[in-house]
């Protein structure tokens, strides 16, 4: 018993490609997934590098506003009002000097001698919110824990001014957010006040707009990869820009990575399975071809020994006077069957040979088809006679011209009616019938029988070389006659054909095509 190579040869190539494909969709997982990862930290180091450069920005603009305001007159910070005159006995207010400060700046305040907090470039309809702030304003000035109200000094006379403070920051919870507090203390002969500006968060968030992504600017110190912190003497500030665009773009970027490495992989995997599937064919094929071949090599020995063994028993006889000698011609009859069958069979396998090298060709010439058929089917009757079933011929005699090749059309009728004999060997009627008629185009030359017939699991391969429709123990045979008809037909031009054949058995047809013209007609 043959030892089946093909499902070993399957599994290994299975595992050539399975192995490598694994390791190539592992390691490019892997190497997606660092660079998906490495775009988020490039993202965010974008935003870091963007909140360090907003940071510095922001340090120098507080810096020159805290310069600016600290190089203010302390008056600019009381309301001014002038004294009253004849015509008026009221006190005329003035605009303070504070109106149309820097943007950044949401309010200026002091701390009246009083203990109250005035806010002096505030008109009037805006003092009740700014009321609302005074809290915050008073945490910053004194912290949790102090007492908001004015120091006065114990001194008499008119009030001078007796020392300017440095501004310093604080920072403030204000109900509209975190705002940082500039605060300085401003000393005369009879008091000691608090004066100083308010910088709203969301003034320096809104001034330090970036496309980089939101800017968020608040007290807290810089601890992540996107924060920098504000250098701000008495207040831990931060700047933290938010790398969300960024960081979806770098998302949408490492997404279209893993998608065009899906692809390759999954064009690479499709390739490296063809060319699987293409090997495991290639095997497949080279399998088949042996065992076809060591088959072959069987079947002709077999088909060669027999004729030779009937020579030889034969001219045996004849050559020591055995048997009964009224049938030596009997004997000379069955060397000639024998050698007939041999000359079929070697010319069946040097016919496959130049088929198979493709120098297989044909001399046509333009003749009467019918009479070479009916020489052929003359000299085929007696061998269906012997073998006991009956060789019936229908050759119309007005048949069209064709060029066709003596020799060929001798091959492929005795390859049919041989196959007949053998297949139709066990049935109740073993009739063969040659026919020939019109299709068309075509003349078919018909050769049926009353056998068991073609499974239709080979009617699509029937004339291909080594393909046999019997069991085991049927007919011997090469497998290579129907392979050779069907090749002989195709080098006139035309085709083999199976068909059922009504009524149980085979029908096999050779299609030879009409000369339309015979004038156009050279011989090939």
Not at 192 to 214: D, H, I, M, N, W
Not at 265 to 275: D, E, H, I
Not at 293 to 315: D, I, K, M, N, Q
Not at 370 to 377: E, F
């Amino acid at each position: 018993m043959r030892t089946p190579r093909l499902p070993a040869a399957a599994l290994l190539t299975a595992a050539a490609v399975a192995i490598p494909c694994g390791a190539w969709y592992v390691s490019g997982a892997r190497e997606a997934a660092r660079d998906a990862l490495a775009l988020e930290r490039e993202a965010e180091a974008d935003a870091g590098a963007e909140a360090m450069r907003l940071a510095e920005h922001l340090s120098h603009r507080l810096d020159v506003l805290l310069e600016t305001e600290s190089a203010r007159p302390p008056d600019h910070y009381h309301r001014h009002q002038e004294p009253a005159t004849n015509a008026c006995a009221c006190p005329r207010f003035r605009p303070s000097p504070l109106a149309g400060a820097d943007p950044l700046i949401g309010a200026h305040f002091q701390r009246e001698p009083s203990g109250e907090l005035a806010f002096p470039a505030i008109p009037d309809e805006g003092r009740a919110a700014a009321s609302e702030a005074a809290a915050g304003i008073e945490a910053a000035l004194e912290g949790p824990n102090a007492r908001p109200a004015s120091v006065s000094l114990p001194a008499s006379g008119p009030e001078r001014l007796l020392a300017v403070g440095p501004f310093r920051w604080r920072t403030a919870a204000l109900p509209s957010g975190a705002a940082l507090v500039a605060v300085r203390e401003v000393r005369t002969s009879l008091h000691v006040r608090r004066q100083g500006f308010v910088v709203p968060a969301s003034t320096l968030e809104a001034a330090l707009a970036s496309p980089a992504g939101p800017v968020r600017v608040g007290p807290g110190r810089a601890d992540a990869a996107n924060e920098a912190p504000l250098a701000l003497p008495g207040a831990a500030w931060s700047v933290r820009v938010s790398p969300g665009p960024a960081l979806a773009d770098a998302h949408r970027r490492a997404e279209e990575r893993r998608s065009a490495f899906r692809r390759t992989f999954a064009a690479g995997s499709a390739a490296a399975l063809f060319a699987a599937l293409l090997v495991v064919g290639l095997v497949w094929q080279a399998d088949r071809a042996v065992a076809e071949r060591a088959r072959f090599a069987a079947s002709a020995a077999h088909e060669l020994r027999t004729p030779l063994t009937g020579l030889r028993l034969h001219a045996e006889m004849l050559a020591s006077g055995l048997g009964r000698m009224e049938r030596s011609s009997d004997y000379a009859q069955r060397i000639v069957d024998e050698t007939t069958r041999l000359t079929r069979v070697v010319g069946n396998v040097l016919g496959f040979t130049r088929l198979e090298r493709g120098t297989l060709h044909v001399d046509r010439a333009a003749g009467d088809v019918g009479a070479a058929l009916r020489t052929t089917a003359a000299r085929l009757a007696p061998l269906a006679e012997r073998a006991g079933a009956r060789l019936a011929v229908t050759v119309p005699e007005d048949l069209p011209l064709i060029a066709f090749d003596a020799d060929a059309l001798d091959t492929i009728l005795a390859n049919l009616v041989d196959n007949a004999l053998k297949y139709a060997r066990d049935a109740e009627d073993r009739t063969v019938e040659v026919s020939v008629s019109m299709e068309g185009p075509w003349l078919a030359v018909t050769v049926a029988d009353g056998g068991p017939g073609v499974p239709p699991r080979l009617r699509r391969r029937l004339f291909r070389p080594f393909t046999r429709a019997s069991a085991p123990d049927g007919p011997a045979g090469l497998g290579l006659g129907l392979a050779l008809v069907d090749g002989l037909a195709r080098a006139h031009g035309g085709r083999a054909r199976f068909r059922p054949r009504a009524g149980g058995g085979s029908a096999f047809s050779v299609l030879l095509p009409v000369i339309v013209d015979p004038t156009l007609w050279v011989n090939r």
